[in-house]
T-cell receptor, first 110, second 113 residues
Framework: RKEVEQDPGPFNVPEGATVAFNCTYS??????FFWYRQDCRKEPKLLMS???SGNEDGRFTAQLNRASQYISLLIRDSKLSDSATYLC???????????FGTGTLLAVQP | NAGVTQTPKFQVLKTGQSMTLQCAQD?????MYWYRQDPGMGLRLIYY???????DKGEVPNGYNVSRLNKREFSLRLESAAPSQTSVYFC????????????FGSGTRLTVV
């Protein structure tokens, strides 16, 4: 079983749609959780951290369910510029290393 | 405000050749990392350095060596390149993974023929 699992997609959605990505992780000792965004042929960039109580940044909402070892990202009012691969990332327990999911591809259509 | 700088951006090697990928960060971060990214495999950790003077193996270290030259620089060396090492290589740094995550360089696209 992969340590971080994501649906690879692609998710094809129209502009203005709401889309949700899910992710599960296997290490119950993981303490830190992130969503990264990666544009085609570019480096990953931090989109947002994920906190236990859930957090929001504009159109983006992240949720964490520790009991189910599940992380989600909700994007409201999708823009063409949101088209990218979204990487679910967790730390490897009590370490300073991050473990990356293989990513979910989002394509927002005009 | 350079962040993490990787060189070169592109490289083509013949099987058996050697090369060093360079990485430098100007954020005074303690930890630095080398990842490779392959289609369908995601980002896999090759080596990391938690602080100046220390290095440790990651998930896929075979065929690679690293040097943490100083706090700023962390290089990755391929001693005898193989086609299986064709990949995109990313360097990253962090000053507190739990809170800040990583900052990545722009990557090196390596092809071994």
């Amino acid at each position: 079983r992969k340590e971080v699992e994501q649906d690879p997609g692609p998710f094809n959605v129209p502009e203005g749609a709401t889309v949700a990505f899910n992710c599960t992780y296997s290490n119950s000792a993981s303490q830190s959780f992130f969503w990264y965004r990666q544009d085609c042929r570019k480096e990953p960039k931090l989109l947002m951290s994920v906190y236990s109580s859930g957090n929001e940044d504009g159109r983006f909402t992240a949720q964490l369910n520790r009991a189910s070892q599940y992380i989600s990202l909700l994007i409201r009012d999708s823009k063409l510029s949101d088209s990218a691969t979204y990487l679910c990332v967790v730390n490897g327990g009590a370490t300073n290393k991050l473990i990356f999911g293989t990513g979910t591809l989002l394509a927002v259509q005009p | 405000n350079a962040g993490v700088t990787q060189t070169p951006k592109f490289q083509v090697l013949k099987t058996g050749q050697s090369m060093t990928l360079q990485c430098a960060q100007d954020m005074n971060h303690n930890s630095m990392y080398w990842y490779r990214q392959d289609p369908g495999m995601g980002l896999r950790l090759i080596y990391y350095s938690a602080s100046e003077g220390t290095t440790d193996k990651g998930e896929v270290p075979n065929g690679y060596n690293v040097s943490r030259l100083n706090k700023r620089e962390f290089s990755l060396r391929l001693e005898s390149a193989a086609p299986s090492q064709t990949s995109v290589y990313f360097c990253a740094s962090s000053e507190g993974v739990s809170v800040y995550g990583y900052t990545f360089g722009s990557g090196t696209r390596l092809t071994v023929v």
